[in-house]
């Protein structure tokens, strides 16, 4: 991970695709639309034992934590976590998809 992207990277081909990025309005973090990609830093990731999923969960009093195809980049879930959070410090994902994570709130 980068900043509030995921880098998924093809040893076969050396080349990089990206989870998130893109075109985005020129708002502040705490308002910015978290409905497709991570608004701000990554702070956690993992991948499932048959590397097809990834999830990461980002920092924010409100942060996300998105399930994403950890091949293509393609976005499977979001999941919003309530006010006060304060980020998402550690993800893990099994190999039936269920997740589990740990906030930083008091």
Same mark, same amino acid.
Not at 6 to 29: R, Y
Not at 55 to 82: E, L
């Given at each position: 991970?980068?900043?509030?992207?995921?880098?998924?990277?093809?040893?076969?081909?050396?080349?990089?695709?990206?989870?998130?990025?893109?075109?985005?309005?020129?708002?502040?973090?705490?308002?910015?639309?978290?409905?497709?990609?991570?608004?701000?830093?990554?702070?956690?990731?993992?991948?499932?034992?048959? /590397?097809?999923?990834?999830?990461? *969960?980002?920092? $924010?009093? &409100?942060?996300?934590?998105?399930?994403? #195809?950890? !091949?293509?980049?393609?976005?499977?879930? /979001?999941?919003?976590?309530?006010? *006060?959070?304060? $980020?998402? &410090?550690?993800?893990?994902?099994?190999? #039936?998809? !269920?997740?589990?994570?740990?906030?930083?709130?008091?």
């Amino acid at each position: 991970m980068t900043a509030a992207l995921g880098v998924i990277l093809d040893p076969k081909t050396n080349t990089q695709s990206f989870f998130g990025g893109g075109e985005v309005d020129c708002t502040a973090k705490n308002v910015a639309n978290d409905n497709d990609h991570h608004t701000d830093d990554i702070l956690s990731i993992a991948i499932d034992p048959a /590397r097809q999923t990834a999830v990461s *969960g980002q920092v $924010g009093s &409100a942060p996300t934590i998105f399930c994403w #195809d950890a !091949c293509t980049g393609q976005k499977k879930n /979001r999941i919003k976590i309530g006010k *006060g959070a304060r $980020g998402i &410090a550690a993800v893990s994902i099994n190999g #039936d998809g !269920c997740i589990a994570a740990v906030d930083m709130h008091d």
